[in-house]
């Protein structure tokens, strides 16, 4: 059975920190690209940051370069996300997705919102 359960969410005052974990099963783990993704209310889901099977490339989205860095322990079948002087706009629920594919490179399952599977999600609200 295939599962991928995020952790770590909760309230968080502006310019504070939060680490995301995303722990897999039920799959070959490094055979596929990790991504975070997050929803807002009324918005599309966006692709956050994305890691490749070794961790090797990553990915992020405009609005978190510079303030996120996801990270990847194959050995764990665990991803995470470090989210560091956080926004209001950062509020959102944080999914993770596993996608695979031989000929799409790992940074479009960001850019195109790509998943073979995904969880169901960790809240991250930032409010004073």
């Known amino acids: 059975q295939v599962q991928l359960v995020e952790s770590g969410g909760g309230l968080v005052q502006p310019g504070g920190s939060l680490r995301l974990s995303c722990a897999a099963s039920g799959f070959t783990f490094d055979y596929y690209a990790i991504g975070w993704f997050r929803q807002a209310p009324g918005k599309e889901r966006e692709g956050v940051s994305c890691?490749?099977?070794?961790?090797?490339?990553?990915y992020y989205a405009d609005s978190v370069k510079g303030r996120f860095t996801i990270s990847r322990d194959n050995a764990k079948n665990t991803v995470y996300l470090q989210m560091s002087s956080l926004k209001p706009e950062d509020t959102a629920m944080y999914y993770c997705a596993a996608y695979s594919h031989p000929l799409v490179p790992f940074q479009a399952m960001c850019i195109k919102t790509y998943g073979d599977y995904w969880g169901q999600g960790t809240q991250v609200t930032v409010s004073s």
């Open positions: 890691i490749s099977r070794r961790g090797v490339g990553t």
